[in-house]
């Protein structure tokens, strides 16, 4: 019988769906999905301690709801539905303009899934802006 040892990852393995190998972590440890996203947190945390923008949240989630009441998605696992959420990347409110700032970071040319135009339409539709920078 062979001893099972430890796994080794294969050096071949596909890449993933969007080519988005690694996570990116900020040596305050809050962790980034892409370089641009946080080279965007950097200039934010700058923003903030300079005063331009207040309470700057990391990946803020949004329940989204028709008419006050949650939309559920209901499958196998989730037998009485779990809520859809929108998980965006920054949230702040932006001083000079005097409003609450909900942004997502895109790449100016990027891939937009349909579940993010979806989900996107959603949150406006309920009275919400999405920035992309």
Do not use: W
């Amino acid at each position: 019988m062979k001893k099972k040892g430890p796994r080794v990852r294969n050096p071949r393995r596909k890449p993933d769906r969007y080519q988005n190998i690694e996570k990116h972590k900020h040596p305050d440890g809050t962790v980034c999905d892409s370089k641009r996203e946080l080279k965007r947190y950097e200039e934010l945390l700058l923003m903030q301690r300079a005063g331009v923008i207040r309470d700057l949240t990391v990946h803020p989630r949004y329940a989204i709801t028709i008419g006050g009441t949650p939309i559920k998605i209901r499958s196998a696992g989730y037998p009485n539905g779990r809520h859809l959420t929108y998980v965006a990347d920054f949230e702040y409110h932006d001083l000079e303009r005097s409003k609450l700032v909900i942004e997502d970071v895109k790449m100016q040319s990027g891939f937009r899934t349909e579940v993010y135009k979806i989900k996107k339409a959603l949150m406006e539709a309920m009275g919400y802006a999405i920035t992309e920078y």
